[in-house]
T-cell receptor, first 114, second 119 residues
Framework: AQTVTQSQPEMSVQEAETVTLSCTYD???????LFWYKQPPSRQMILVIR??????QNATENRFSVNFQKAAKSFSLKISDSQLGDAAMYFC???????????FGSGTQLTVLP | GAVVSQHPSRVICKSGTSVKIECRSL??????MFWYRQFPKQSLMLMAT?????????EQGVEKDKFLINHASLTLSTLTVTSAHPEDSSFYIC???????????????FGSGTQLSVL
């Protein structure tokens, strides 16, 4: 079974600063996808960034980037130049090629301080 | 981008009644739809996976007779909470996996969720 661990229930960052959210996972599979989703107060799940396990290059989407360490099974999210609108619950998620279902971490509540 | 429409967004019902939640993929066909349950300040817990034209696969601990899932077409899946009780009150979210979800473009798209309150 796959597990996803987010060890930071809450984080805060000053506006315009950088913050890193951590995520580790456990799997025996070699083919999988990793995602970070954002859930603002509206509760709509929004895809922030995705990473294919076979790609060594870390994914980047504007101010969002990941540090994917496959051997260490680590997948952290870095948010640069934090904005008030980044405040949300962030979920790390694992999608193995075989199991066909998404497993979520417990989430990190991010607060952005003005 | 692909849109998943989920209705209703909020429903209040009396204990003992049944409630149906719809999940539609508006501009794509979905081979698989997933149903999640989320309690306040907690993660999404997978309830069941449904594939068009076949029976849903339920996660351990989820009562299939209570949470009826129908995936009648490639664009519509429904979750019916039968004989609802206050402990069924929760936020329910669906997600859809497109037919075109090639291995290089694996994505899931989420509905906006349904807040169910059972009195």
């Amino acid at each position: 079974a796959q597990t996803v661990t987010q060890s930071q229930p809450e984080m805060s960052v000053q506006e315009a600063e950088t913050v890193t959210l951590s995520c580790t996972y456990d799997t025996s599979e070699s083919d999988y996808y990793l995602f970070w989703y954002k859930q603002p107060p509206s509760r709509q799940m929004i895809l922030v960034i995705r990473q294919e396990a076979y790609k060594q290059q870390n994914a980047t989407e504007n101010r969002f980037s990941v540090n994917f360490q496959k051997a260490a099974k680590s997948f952290s999210l870095k948010i640069s130049d934090s904005q008030l609108g980044d405040a949300a619950m962030y979920f790390c998620a694992f999608f193995p090629g075989s199991a066909r279902q998404l497993t979520f971490g417990s989430g990190t509540q991010l607060t952005v301080l003005p | 981008g692909a849109v998943v429409s989920q209705h209703p967004s909020r429903v209040i019902c009396k204990s003992g009644t049944s409630v149906k939640i719809e999940c539609r993929s508006l501009d794509f066909q979905a081979t698989t739809m997933f149903w999640y349950r989320q309690f306040p300040k907690q993660s999404l817990m997978l309830m069941a996976t449904s594939n068009e034209g076949s029976k849903a696969t339920y996660e351990q601990g989820v009562e299939k007779d209570k949470f009826l899932i129908n995936h009648a077409s490639l664009t519509l899946s429904t979750l019916t909470v039968t004989s609802a009780h206050p402990e069924d009150s929760s936020f329910y979210i669906c997600s859809a996996r497109p037919v075109w979800g090639a291995r290089t473009n694996e994505k899931l798209f989420f509905g906006s969720g349904t807040q169910l309150s059972v009195l």
